[in-house]
Structures are given as structure tokens and as C-alpha cells.
């Protein structure tokens, strides 16, 4: 398998394409048809001022998360513009330094920190009115605290599942991160039901998010491959500095043994038979695995 395929694809580099790169950002962003929906309600009910308040506040959250992402030569999909945020969607989630997702994922919530001062500068212009700020700060309160519960895709699901990742191997951390993530989305929405009358925008919101965790459910096995694929394509120039050892025996198979992989460390394979042991680094077992030596043996028949 030619690792080049896995060669990183960044916003274009040459300075003098200024417009080039700012026409290729601009085409990354979509308006989900939530939004829209959200906006044609908003017009009906005369609401329309506070749906433009939304969306300006969604695009410096989301503005947050990208650029903060090509910085660190993120490979960017698509950003998705939400009644309640957005979502940046990329290819390295679990596959890039965990330091580097924490600060891709911290840089849509910390633009809520500053907004409230810009909004506050402006009472001084005639356009800008006490209404309007309060209207801002308001909106701009509910989006940070909307997007920091612990459900998936939301910023705060993300951390969770990063949190999750450091005790426990990435597999495991990302089915449980998914669970977690329905079942806080269920606490939530029988609180509302319990408290509040029936609401449209919540409703419609609650549903986009079941089909998010739905979907991302059902990519576990393509995102576990992508995480296996990322560490045998960066093994060579490997920089964790923590090695954790992982003891199997002669017929363990290659999948048990990359279940027990986690995220910031490497790994030493420890296969210990009758009255002998053999230790493998994680390299030699993603080039044996992806090269079809292990497609249907146990780890000993290959290493022993």
C-alpha cells in the first residue's frame, strides 16, 4: 500500500493566489438547510434581527475551529453553518497530536469571550441600541453553552471523547464517547419535554444530532481504519515520548492487539508462548498487517 496516498491537502500555499485561496475557503462553507428553515420562521415571527445575530455568531464560532485547523495543515471537508453552531467537518480526528485537537476544538468557544466587548464598543454607534445588545449577548451566551454539552458532533462531545482518550484505549473511547454522547442527548430531551411545551427549533435540532451520532455509529470501523492507516503512515517519524507495553499470546490476532491502542503513546507488542517471548514494536505490526501477512493468521504464525 503506497503511504503517499495519505499525503496531507492544505489550503493552497503560493501568497500570489490570495484570491484563489480565499475563493477555495469561501466554497468550504454550506448553510444546512436547518438554517434555512430557522430563518424562514424567524421572518414569519419577526424575529429576523435576532436570526442574523445567530448566524454572525455561528460564522466567527466556526471562522474559530478553521482556521485554527489550516494552521495546523488540517485536511478541511466542509463547514456546515447550524442554528446552533457548526460544524467543521475534517479528516483528523484521532489521527493528529492530541494537542492540536485541543486547540482546534477550543477555538470555536473561545471566540464567545470577545464578542461580548465588540458588542459592547458598539453601543456607541447609532445603529447599535441597548436591545441589540442584550439580544447578543443572550444568543451568544446560549451557543457557547449549547455547544459545550458533551453530545457528538458539538465541541463539547469532542472533548469529551479527547478526555475519554486519555484512560482508555481509542476504540474504546470512541464507542463510549458515542454512547455517552445519546445518552446525555436523551436526559436532555426528556428534561425539556418535562419542563417545557412542545418547541420546533429544539425539536428539529434534537433530530439532526440523533442522525449525526447515527452516522458517526455506524463509521466506527472506517474511522478505527483511518486511525490505524495515520499511524503507520507518521511511523516512521514517530516523536511520543511514552511507550506502553501490551502483553498477547502466540494466538492473538492482529485486531485484539490494535483494540488496545492509544492515542499520544507507542506501543511494544509482548508475545509470550511456552518458554519464549518475542517483543515487536507497533511499526512491524501495521507494516505486517497492512501488507496482508496477518489477513487471516494469529500474531504467533507470523512472528515466531
Known sequence: MNKGVFK???VPRNPVDANERFQWLFKKFRIHPI???VLGAGILTGHFWEVLTVLFIVLIHECGHTFMALHYGW???TVEILPFGGVARVNEHGTRPMKEEWWVILAGPIQHLWL???SFLLLGCSFWNEQNHEI???RNGMILMFNLLPIWPLDGGKILL???SLKLPYQKAYRLALLLSALFLLIITGWIVWHTTFLLNYSI???FLVISILKEWRAQPYVFMRFLLERWHASGDDKRSRTRKIIVTPETSAWKIFAEFRRGVKHCILIKGRGWKREIDEK???EAFFSGKLTDKSIGEVFT
Do not use: G
Open 8 to 10: 496531507r491537502s492544505t
Open 162 to 164: 479527547l478526555l475519554l
Open 35 to 37: 438554517f434555512w428553515m
Open 284 to 286: 512491524t505490526l501495521l
Open 205 to 207: 435540532v434534537a433530530l
Open 136 to 138: 447578543f449577548l443572550q
Open 116 to 118: 461580548p466587548i465588540v
Open 75 to 77: 485536511r478541511l471537508e
